[in-house]
């Protein structure tokens, strides 16, 4: 069952549980509102847009944590009301995509060996 979870990517590692690792193909809010498009303006303007937040995955519609909410989100695409709502995406059972995920994963400041890796690859 791992395997195929991992496969789909449509889930959130254990460790995540803000989903800012989540990189899977749910599109879809807790209320079962379509996503709106990161790259698109309407029906909602926004600033989060994957120029801002390039290593964030904001790609398509797909629900996405670029800026430490709770747990993932997107801008509702049907609508301005509400403007943005949390997607409902699973924790992956066995956490066993740990450690695939872990250099993708952006931890709020939390981590400062992180920033330093970051540097490195700059030199």
């Keep these: 069952a791992v395997v195929s ?7 959130k590692n ?17 209320s079962g509102k379509k996503c709106q498009r990161w790259d698109a303006q309407t029906p909602n303007a926004h600033t989060r847009t994957a120029e801002k937040y390039p290593d964030s995955g904001l790609e398509e519609n797909y629900c996405r944590n670029p800026d430490g909410e709770s747990d993932v989100w997107c801008y509702n695409g049907e609508g301005k009301d509400p403007r943005f709502e949390l997607c409902a995406v699973p924790t992956c059972e066995g956490d066993e995509s740990e450690g ?3 250099e993708e994963e952006e931890e709020e400041e939390e981590e400062e060996e992180e920033e330093v890796q970051v540097e490195k690859k700059w030199r």
């Design 14 to 30: 254990g460790s995540d549980t803000t989903g800012t690792a989540y990189r899977g193909r749910i599109a879809v809010t807790v």
């Design 5 to 11: 979870t991992q496969s789909t990517g449509d889930c």
């Design 100 to 102: 695939e995920q872990e």
